[in-house]
């Protein structure tokens, strides 16, 4: 289930971003990134180390297409472990460094960024 709270995380922040004044987008995204990535280190801290080679840790299953079969299946193992705790260790670097850098649209460029957040906690 934290998986999937990891991926939610961003995107909630998101629509936040979207739904306030341009003024508090960037110090929201920097809030929406740091507390994503204190929920990639509680995963981090809920993997068992000593049973690493295992795909399915931390596993869960959503019905997606039931008619079809389909469902969706988050995972981590050792190696995208390390990818999830890199991307949320940069995401506030990168809302940081982004900081002065957009001038208009702040809004609009935030939110997507935070999209982009959790869609690359989905590949990895």
């Known amino acids: 289930m934290t998986l999937l709270i990891l991926l939610v995380i961003p ?15 960037r110090s929201i995204a920097l809030l929406g990134m740091l507390v994503s990535f204190l929920s990639a280190i509680v995963v981090a801290r809920q993997f068992d180390v000593a049973d690493g080679a295992n795909a399915d840790q931390l596993g869960i299953a959503l019905p997606w297409f039931e008619a079809l ?56």
């Open 11 to 25: 995107l909630a922040f998101a629509l936040v971003v979207v739904a306030r004044p341009s003024e508090h987008a």
């Open 69 to 124: 079969g389909f469902e969706m299946r988050l995972g981590v193992d050792s190696v995208s472990l390390l990818l999830v705790l890199l991307t949320g260790l940069l995401g506030p670097i990168c809302v940081l460094g982004s900081w002065t850098a957009i001038e208009r649209d702040q809004r609009t460029f935030f939110a997507w960024l935070l999209v982009l957040q959790s869609a690359m906690y989905g590949v990895f």
